[in-house]
């Protein structure tokens, strides 16, 4: 098992699921969130089907993105200090990728995602049928009960993959522990 450290921060308390903003986030790169909003343009219904009523747009060049997808407002933030990006995190209901959902778990963003609880959409389906990082493909049921069970196990997973767990497995390995 490999680490998968947050590049925003790993916070020690999340806020219960169900008082975050009815937002979902898409941050990273301009490539990414392009081909985020080009498959989401396909899935449109499950925006609304998770009662999201606002996407946080976040990361530079954000006037590439849309200003709607259907009835949902996309916010554009820019480039955000991790503190910030940690903050519109913490307040999501439901982050996207476009990144193969076999390969969640060598996502960087998704880490992100992981540590703050919130869970992804992953827009592309998985080929293999094993996904080892808990996440929501495209086409699955999203109402509050499942995105929250998915918010607990993706924090749970994370802790299993953050920076110490690595760090204490690789010294377990050295036979370096205390």
């Given at each position: 098992?490999?680490?998968?450290?947050?590049?925003?921060?790993?916070?020690?308390?999340?806020?219960?699921?169900?008082?975050?903003?009815?937002?979902?986030?898409?941050?990273?790169?301009?490539?990414?969130?392009?081909?985020?909003?080009?498959?989401?343009?396909?899935?449109?219904?499950?925006?609304?089907?998770?009662?999201?009523?606002?996407?946080?747009?976040?990361?530079?060049?954000?006037?590439?993105?849309?200003?709607?997808?259907?009835?949902?407002s996309i916010?554009?933030?820019?480039?955000?200090?991790?503190?910030?990006?940690?903050?519109?995190?913490?307040?999501?209901?439901?982050?996207?990728?476009?990144?193969?959902?076999?390969?969640?778990?060598?996502?960087?963003?998704?880490?992100?995602?992981?540590?703050?609880?919130?869970?992804?959409?992953?827009?592309?389906?998985?080929?293999?049928?094993?996904?080892?990082?808990?996440?929501?493909?495209?086409?699955?049921?999203?109402d509050d009960?499942?995105?929250?069970?998915?918010?607990?196990?993706?924090?749970?997973?994370?802790?299993?993959?953050?920076?110490?767990?690595?760090?204490?497995?690789?010294?377990?390995?050295?036979?370096?522990?205390?």
């Amino acid at each position: 098992r490999l680490a998968m450290p947050s590049t925003v921060g790993e916070p020690v308390a999340l806020p219960a699921w169900r008082q975050r903003r009815a937002m979902a986030i898409v941050f990273g790169g301009p490539g990414n969130r392009a081909s985020v909003y080009r498959a989401l343009s396909r899935f449109q219904g499950s925006l609304s089907e998770a009662g999201i009523e606002v996407i946080a747009d976040v990361g530079p060049d954000s006037n590439l993105a849309p200003r709607r997808m259907g009835k949902v407002s996309i916010e554009p933030r820019g480039e955000l200090p991790a503190a910030e990006l940690a903050a519109v995190l913490l307040e999501s209901r439901l982050g996207f990728s476009a990144y193969p959902a076999d390969f969640l778990g060598k996502s960087t963003a998704f880490g992100g995602l992981a540590a703050h609880g919130v869970p992804c959409l992953s827009l592309r389906k998985a080929a293999i049928t094993a996904i080892e990082a808990p996440c929501l493909q495209a086409g699955t049921t999203l109402d509050d009960a499942r995105l929250e069970a998915v918010s607990l196990a993706v924090r749970s997973w994370y802790g299993e993959h953050d920076l110490a767990a690595h760090v204490d497995a690789t010294l377990a390995a050295l036979d370096l522990t205390p």
